[in-house]
């Protein structure tokens, strides 16, 4: 009788994992968690030209090698939550990949809302004044231009805003 017991209970046994899959070693793969996507923001600053001086105007800009801008984000509450400054390349262009940018509350706190760009510095004596060109000198609000790097490991959203402006700091008048 115990025999015919014991050989029911392995019987069950048997039909109850033969029910459910089996992971073996080589079926198990673990799930990497998400890689949060990077926020990157891009532009270009430039020298105004003498003749569009007090206008927002850039016909006529050179770009600013080496300008210094910077990326500013507060979060819903007002608070700064990330401030970084960049040095722009030789053809004023810049592009601040914002390492350490988290989003607390995603709707709130996001960079299209929070995040600004500010002009810093020129390495240009003759043309070092700011200008609040595209809202440089208060901060340029960042635009969507539905623009994506992908990469192995590596996905970021870029966002852009200017393009900025210095201006000279002496314009000769002409006489017309």
Known sequence: MASRSFIIFISSLLLISLSFPSATASDYSPE???????????????????DRYGTSSL??????????????????????SFYKSFVADVKGYFYAQLEGFKVAQHLLDHPLHGCKVKLVS???????????????????????????LWGRNY?????AAGPLAFRPSY????HS
């Not at 016909?59 to 509450?77: Q, T």
């Not at 060109?133 to 969507?144: E, K, S």
Request: overall charge neutral; aromatic content about 6%; glycine content about 6%.
């Open 59 to 80: 016909a006529g800009a050179e770009p600013i090698p080496s300008a210094k801008i910077s990326v500013i984000c507060k979060n819903h509450k007002g608070q700064v």
């Open 32 to 50: 990497t968690p998400e890689q949060p996507e990077k926020v990157v923001v891009e532009g270009v600053v430039y020298c105004q030209s003498c």
């Open 122 to 148: 020129s390495p240009l004596a003759k043309c070092s004044e700011l200008t609040n060109v595209n809202y440089g000198l208060y901060g340029a609000p960042l635009r969507y231009e539905d623009k994506r």
């Open 155 to 159: 996905e970021a959203v870029v966002y």
């Open 171 to 174: 314009c000769p008048t002409t």
